[in-house]
T-cell receptor, first 115, second 113 residues
Framework: SAVISQKPSRDICQRGTSLTIQCQVD?????MFWYRQQPGQSLTLIAT?????????ESGFVIDKFPISRPNLTFSTLTVSNMSPEDSSIYLC????????????FGEGSRLTVL | GESVGLHLPTLSVQEGDNSIINCAYS??????FIWYKQESGKGPQFIID?????DKRQGQRVTVLLNKTVKHLSLQIAATQPGDSAVYFC????????????FGSGTRLSIRP
């Protein structure tokens, strides 16, 4: 198993600013993903964080808005850029410890509120 | 587009009874399905999974059934307990898409004492 830590756990942000969320895993994971969960809704995959290369984004998400880094196997960051109230959401980091498995481990999430 | 969805958005069950949560999927390329449980304020937690070459898999108090003919997935929880109160998501692993996990819309399970 893997323990995933995210910070900040929550933040209140001003419109137009950017915030970077950090994700640290306690063991090496092969795949890391970033999800968004809007209030009362399911999880939507933002992107796959690739080690040492550009993330793979899902439809509707772009690098300029959600730049992602993954410098090594145990750490990743997601930046929410030029925030608007519509970006208010929970952002979740997740990872798998073996390729092609559904056993995703999740962090507790980062709850962002944009005023 | 293809997606994973659920029949029932909320489910209220008497404590001690069995719970059945249903899910429909439409992506014929999916060959691996997972159920997650999400408690308030926490990230989703893996419950049980099933591969498409199986139609049933059992865990501790939970059973997942897969009907590929009608593209239907269900999670059965035996002797439901207050600690089972949570939102349950089905998800699919689309192997043709580099193993990414796509989540369904979720069912909130509440337990009546």
């Amino acid at each position: 198993s893997a323990v995933i830590s995210q910070k900040p756990s929550r933040d209140i942000c001003q419109r137009g600013t950017s915030l970077t969320i950090q994700c640290q895993v306690d063991s090496q994971v092969t795949m890391m993903f970033w999800y968004r969960q809007q209030p009362g809704q399911s999880l939507t995959l933002i992107a796959t964080a690739n080690q040492g290369s550009e993330a793979t984004y899902e439809s509707g998400f772009v690098i300029d808005k959600f730049p992602i880094s993954r410098p090594n196997l145990t750490f990743s960051t997601l930046t929410v850029s030029n925030m608007s109230p519509e970006d208010s959401s929970i952002y979740l980091c997740s990872g798998t410890t073996a390729a092609n498995t559904g056993e995703l481990f999740f962090g507790e999430g980062s709850r962002l509120t944009v005023l | 587009g293809e997606s994973v969805g659920l029949h029932l958005p909320t489910l209220s069950v008497q404590e001690g009874d069995n719970s059945i949560i249903n899910c429909a999927y439409s992506n014929s390329a999916s060959d691996y399905f997972i159920w997650y449980k999400q408690e308030s304020g926490k990230g989703p937690q893996f419950i049980i999974d099933i591969r498409s070459n199986m139609d049933k898999r059992q865990g501790q108090r939970v059973t997942v059934l897969l009907n590929k003919t009608v593209k239907h997935l269900s999670l059965q929880i035996a002797a439901t307990q207050p600690g089972d109160s949570a939102v349950y998501f089905c998800a699919e692993n689309i192997r043709s898409s580099a193993s990414k996990i796509i989540f369904g819309s979720g069912t909130r399970l509440s337990i009546r004492p």
